[in-house]
Nanobody, 127 residues
């Protein structure tokens, strides 16, 4: 069973940075593509970006491209979301998720294809 735990959220001012971590406390996620999602109050959960199981390919939505970076350290069973130049509109609860089908090519961007989810971590950006 994959149990994902996010950490690293917090409150920052506009232009600040945060690094979120997502670690699997259960089985390894080294063969699984990973995604980061976020959900702001009153809004649907949206895909932010993802990384393939090899770590060779990443994909981001336009609004975070150039500011956010996803990486993974398979030796630590951990995926990261580095967020720079944060804006108030980045305020949300951030979730990591694992694609249950291993060794898939390409980044999975569709929410319902992810079966395993973390509990979320709050990111608040204030001006």
């Amino acid at each position: 069973q994959v149990q994902l735990v996010e950490s690293g959220g917090g409150s920052v001012q506009v232009g600040g940075s945060l690094r979120l971590s997502c670690v699997s406390s259960g089985r390894t996620i080294n063969s699984n593509g990973m995604g980061w999602f976020r959900q702001a109050p009153g809004r649907e959960r949206e895909f932010v970006g993802g990384i393939t199981w090899t770590g060779s390919t990443t994909y981001y939505i336009d609004s975070v491209k150039g500011r956010f970076t996803i990486s993974r350290d398979n030796a630590k069973n951990t995926v990261y979301l580095q967020m720079n130049s944060l804006k108030p509109e980045d305020t949300a609860v951030y979730y990591c998720a694992a694609d249950p089908r291993p060794y898939r090519n390409g980044v999975i961007t569709v929410l319902y294809e992810y079966n395993w989810w973390g509990q979320g971590t709050q990111v608040t950006v204030s001006s």
